[in-house]
């Protein structure tokens, strides 16, 4: 738990207002205080084609005030804009490795926390809404179709679900919370199991909390974020559906996220790590595969 923890605790803060600031670094033991220009950066994902040059850019997005997650291995002086993952508050360091994945299998289903797998290999789980993608995400990650039960109906994941990747790391499926049609008596065991799986598995690298970004901020995802904040489970927000437009009286995703953003900030002292994704359009893929890369290999350290 304590190795986990350190990986989280090392954050860049950088206001909105001011051209030039100060930030404070937190390390267990330690804070220091060091001085960069403001980043200012549009909250949406952007790829280079060769047409791209040609075309004039669009006028920017909402801009967010960035609390960039940093990575052990990186100084605080050595920052810049172009070490953030495009699309996230994600600084890549020097534990980032070969992210590709050569091979999944699916393992067990367990109905238990001390059911799961005890060969002590790193995993993340994935978590979310039980209409928010999880299941599509994970197939897109691992550019496998139907890997994780894909379905029209909300909540079809009932079990922890392990999945091997290269037969070194776990992808963890963890059953959806809110509108899953299951018997009260069941939601609860689901809910029960799942905080059990969290508070007492020390293979868990960090939790892929999932955010539905065509949507406002919902009430059950902020209160899954703050519960795993408390008990000191380490998050990375993985929004989803970052390509839908803007719906009829609704607001564009990149504004959903910076709403959720300005809710998180003020429960969360250290701001976590946080990613745009769209299953359809593979948004993100690689980066959150990058970012996971770099959790992984200082945890193995």
Same mark, same amino acid.
């Given at each position: 738990?304590? =190795?986990?923890?350190?990986?989280?605790?090392?954050?860049?803060?950088?206001?909105?207002?001011?051209?030039? #600031?100060?930030?404070?670094?937190?390390?267990? *033991?330690?804070?220091?205080? $060091?001085?960069?220009?403001?980043?200012?950066?549009?909250?949406?994902?952007?790829?280079?084609? #060769?047409?791209?040059?040609?075309?004039?850019?669009?006028?920017?997005? &909402?801009?967010?005030?960035?609390?960039?997650?940093?990575?052990?291995?990186?100084?605080?002086?050595?920052?810049?804009?172009?070490?953030?993952?495009?699309?996230?508050?994600?600084?890549?360091?020097?534990? &980032?490795?070969?992210?590709?994945?050569? @091979? /999944?299998?699916?393992?067990?289903?367990?109905?238990? +926390?001390?059911?799961?797998?005890?060969?002590?290999?790193?995993?993340? +789980?994935?978590?979310?809404?039980?209409? /928010? @993608?999880?299941?599509?995400?994970?197939? &897109?990650?691992?550019?496998?179709?139907?890997?994780?039960?894909?379905?029209?109906?909300?909540?079809?994941?009932?079990?922890?679900?392990?999945?091997?990747?290269?037969?070194?790391?776990?992808? /963890?499926?963890?059953? *959806?919370? !809110?509108?899953?049609? +299951?018997?009260?008596? +069941?939601?609860?065991?689901?809910?029960?199991?799942?905080?059990?799986?969290?508070?007492?598995?020390?293979?868990?690298?960090?939790?892929?909390?999932?955010?539905?970004?065509? /949507?406002?901020?919902?009430?059950?995802?902020?209160?899954? &974020?703050?519960?795993? !904040?408390?008990?000191?489970?380490?998050?990375?927000?993985?929004?989803?559906?970052?390509?839908?437009?803007?719906?009829?009286? @609704?607001?564009?995703?990149?504004?959903?996220?910076?709403?959720?953003?300005?809710?998180?900030?003020?429960?969360?002292?250290?701001?976590?790590?946080?990613?745009?994704?769209? #299953?359809?359009?593979?948004?993100?893929?690689?980066?959150? =595969?990058? $970012?996971?890369?770099?959790?992984?290999?200082?945890?193995?350290?």
């Amino acid at each position: 738990m304590t =190795l986990r923890t350190q990986f989280f605790t090392l954050t860049l803060q950088i206001p909105f207002h001011s051209s030039s #600031s100060s930030f404070s670094v937190t390390i267990p *033991g330690k804070t220091s205080t $060091h001085s960069l220009l403001s980043l200012w950066r549009p909250l949406s994902y952007s790829t280079t084609s #060769s047409s791209a040059a040609a075309i004039p850019p669009s006028p920017p997005p &909402a801009l967010l005030r960035m609390v960039l997650f940093v990575p052990p291995g990186v100084e605080p002086h050595e920052v810049n804009e172009s070490m953030v993952l495009p699309g996230s508050n994600i600084i890549i360091g020097p534990y &980032a490795g070969d992210a590709r994945i050569k @091979g /999944v299998e699916f393992v067990k289903s367990s109905g238990r +926390a001390k059911d799961c797998p005890k060969d002590d290999r790193p995993e993340f +789980a994935i978590l979310g809404r039980s209409n /928010v @993608g999880k299941s599509s995400l994970i197939n &897109a990650l691992v550019h496998k179709k139907e890997i994780a039960l894909t379905s029209k109906k909300p909540g079809k994941t009932q079990l922890i679900n392990h999945f091997l990747v290269n037969k070194s790391w776990y992808l /963890v499926d963890l059953p *959806g919370y !809110g509108f899953a049609k +299951a018997p009260e008596a +069941a939601k609860m065991d689901w809910c029960s199991f799942t905080k059990e799986y969290f508070l007492n598995r020390d293979t868990l690298v960090a939790v892929l909390l999932l955010i539905d970004a065509s /949507v406002p901020p919902q009430k059950i995802d902020l209160d899954c &974020a703050n519960w795993l !904040g408390r008990n000191n489970i380490p998050i990375t927000f993985v929004f989803t559906k970052c390509d839908k437009m803007k719906v009829a009286k @609704g607001k564009r995703p990149d504004e959903n996220i910076r709403d959720f953003q300005e809710i998180i900030r003020q429960n969360y002292k250290i701001h976590p790590p946080w990613i745009m994704t769209s #299953s359809v359009s593979g948004m993100g893929r690689d980066e959150l =595969l990058l $970012h996971m890369s770099q959790l992984r290999n200082y945890w193995d350290q």
